[in-house]
């Protein structure tokens, strides 16, 4: 079990079931309904029982007011099993200008996208992906943010969901860890928590980054890795989402 206190958005994280269930009756886009009425697990939940699906996005940017979802990839695992099978992924025309910069990062071209859907013609297929699981990212203000201002721009209606993030709870085991006088001597940095470093500490292999299906399955794995050392099956759900 870990003995890391839980700063879970401790103060701040919604009843989730409830949430969702006032979602159902409030939306007003028929997928939202769907995806909604299809509940959320309790927060007494343990982690062991839990289904899951890890999500990754690339965008043109890292800004949500200014810029666009580029391609999306999901993975559905649990506490054991990843089912690479079922896992997705999608190129996605986005609704801002595709960067030159940001084609360095993802390498998905102009060509690409111009041939590919908008995210309004795959969403009852992401939703239903996403509907009745807890989703897992690394980093929750990429894959929350930018989804929720996605359908604002379509829909003219936003997204909730709760997550586990993966960052936050490595951040959580190294938070306290600062630098110390010989760590400065010897110029030693603060421990990363970026996706590829903290996989390195569980022994985790390396993936190429930036492909948002590598990446979500990248996730998946770091999170079962970050469960078997630092928690138990029986750590209830509430203690890790957010």
């Not at 992924?89 to 801002?96: A, D, F, K, S, T």
């Not at 200008?97 to 041939?115: D, N």
């Not at 379509?154 to 490595?170: C, H, K, Q, S």
């Amino acid at each position: 079990m870990s003995q890391n206190t839980p700063d879970n958005a401790a103060s701040g994280t919604p009843e989730w079931p409830t949430r969702f269930a006032e979602l159902a009756q409030s939306a007003q886009d028929t997928r939202l309904i769907r995806y909604y009425s299809a509940g959320c697990v309790s927060g007494d939940t343990p982690i062991g029982d839990t289904p899951m699906v890890s999500l990754d996005f690339e965008t043109t940017g890292l800004d949500p007011s200014f810029h666009s979802i580029v391609s999306i990839g999901l993975v559905p695992f649990d506490a054991q099993r990843i089912r690479c099978r079922e896992s997705r992924h999608w190129i996605v025309r986005p609704v801002l200008p595709l960067h030159r910069e940001s084609v360095t990062f993802h390498g998905i071209t102009h060509s690409e996208i111009s041939a590919a859907p908008d995210l309004r013609e795959i969403l009852d297929e992401v939703l239903e992906a996403l509907a009745g699981k807890i989703v897992v990212v690394h980093y929750r203000s990429i894959e929350r943010q930018f989804l929720d201002q996605a359908l604002r721009w379509r829909l003219n209606e936003g997204i909730e969901f709760p997550v586990i993030d993966t960052m936050a709870l490595e951040a959580r085991l190294h938070r306290n860890k600062r630098p110390g006088l010989l760590d400065w001597v010897r110029k030693r940095k603060p421990v990363s928590i970026r996706l590829a470093d903290s996989r390195t500490r569980y022994g985790l292999p390396y993936y190429a980054p930036h492909h948002a299906l590598t990446d979500a399955l990248a996730t998946a794995e770091l999170l079962q890795a970050q469960l078997q050392y630092h928690y138990s099956p029986e750590t209830p759900l509430r203690e890790l989402w957010y």
